[in-house]
């Protein structure tokens, strides 16, 4: 059975954009691969986290891993600080890295170009934790949304350069990009990523919106003057938007949504789009309290390290062995 492996980093609420990009995703493989799903916790402190709403965001995220249907008994689910091995590959990864490298990394010329003055160094070297929370596992392929394509393919470069140098060690993994949905676009500025780092809280749903607030998101997301409702990410990015959304949702064909809404008012189409949300948010959020009730986390999390942790010290070992971090 091929692997897979991908991760979420709760450095705020989970929003819609993790679940159709991501979290869908991996439920879905689940079936059909051997699936590993870990939160990136370490990740998050790329940028400062108040430890007590941190904590929670733990929390609300693996339940709503498992509300959103990861199987603990199907695949391997875990945080990724359990399992120390992930930071001491990634220190060896990040001499195997160039500096110029990380330079073309998005997010970080993104921080640079807005003229960020508190860039931790963490946040500067972590594409390669990233490399190392993947090339640990050595899955075949790593199902992202489309902002995450640039780290894989640095995982894929470092990987490449760590073989020819040492020997084959590590897999090249593949990352797998979901056809609908890639790149939610924030509701109040679609030509900008729906995100949880969002400082325009409307153009954000997250998971644990109240069913209702996430509605009014819906129903005042921006749109165009053209009145029509068609796919036309360039001319009208919120309607297309919002076309995306319903198709990941409902899992109908954006060909088939625009006949139906043909010739009707953008309020109508919003209604139907902000409908399928609120079918989602009642469903995970039942769910999701459903599993704060049974108190089966903590369970959860520990028998997946110990899964985890036997990969990952197989490969740490093997990688120790190879650059000659042992003694014979
Ligand atoms: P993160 O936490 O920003 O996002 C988690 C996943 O959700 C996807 N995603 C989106 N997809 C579609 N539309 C959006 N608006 C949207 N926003 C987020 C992301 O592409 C991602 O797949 N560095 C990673 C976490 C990570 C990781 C890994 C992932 C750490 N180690 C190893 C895979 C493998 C991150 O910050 O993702």
């Known amino acids: ?34 699936m590993i799903v870990f939160i990136a916790n370490l990740h998050t402190l790329t940028v400062y986290q108040d430890p007590k709403e941190l904590s929670q965001n733990l929390k609300d995220t693996i339940a709503l891993y498992l509300a959103c249907g990861l199987d603990p008994n199907r695949s391997t689910i875990f945080m990724q600080s359990d399992v120390m091995e992930h930071a001491q590959l990634g220190f060896i990864l990040s001499c ?33 934790l990233m490399a190392s929370d993947i090339l640990i596992y050595d899955p075949d392929f790593v199902p992202v949304g489309e902002d995450q394509k640039q780290h894989v393919e640095l995982t894929r470069d470092v990987a490449m350069r760590f073989n020819n140098r040492y020997g084959e060690t590590f897999k090249i993994p ?16 679609p030509t900008k990523k729906m995100s949880k780092s969002d400082e325009q809280d409307k153009g954000c749903i997250y998971l644990l919106d109240k069913p209702e607030v996430a509605r009014k998101k819906v129903m005042s997301a921006i749109t165009d003057l053209v009145g029509k409702v068609q796919y036309d990410p360039i001319n009208q990015p919120g309607i297309a938007n919002l076309l995306v959304i319903h198709s990941a949702l409902s899992g109908r064909s954006i060909e088939n949504l625009v006949k139906e809404f043909e010739g009707q008012g953008y309020g109508t189409f919003k209604k139907a789009v902000a409908d399928e949300v609120v079918k989602l948010l009642i469903d995970l959020q039942a769910k999701y ?12 999390l520990a028998q997946g390290a110990v899964k ?21």
């Open 1 to 34: 059975m091929k692997r897979m492996l991908s991760g979420i980093k709760p450095s705020g609420q989970l929003t819609l954009g993790n679940y159709i990009g991501a979290l869908r995703e991996f439920v879905k493989y689940q079936n059909d691969y051997e």
């Open 96 to 128: 195997n890295t160039y500096m110029g490298e990380l330079n073309r990394m998005t997010q970080y010329k993104d921080k640079l170009a807005k003229g960020e003055e508190s860039m931790t160094s963490g946040f500067y070297v972590y594409p390669t």
């Open 174 to 189: 593949q990352p797998l990009i979901p056809k609908i949905g890639a790149r939610i676009m924030s509701l109040s500025d």
């Open 289 to 300: 309290n459903d599993i704060l009730n049974q108190h089966i986390l903590d369970k959860v």
């Open 308 to 328: 985890a942790r036997v990969l990952a010290h197989q490969k740490l070992k093997l990688v120790e062995t190879k650059i000659g971090l042992t003694i014979d």
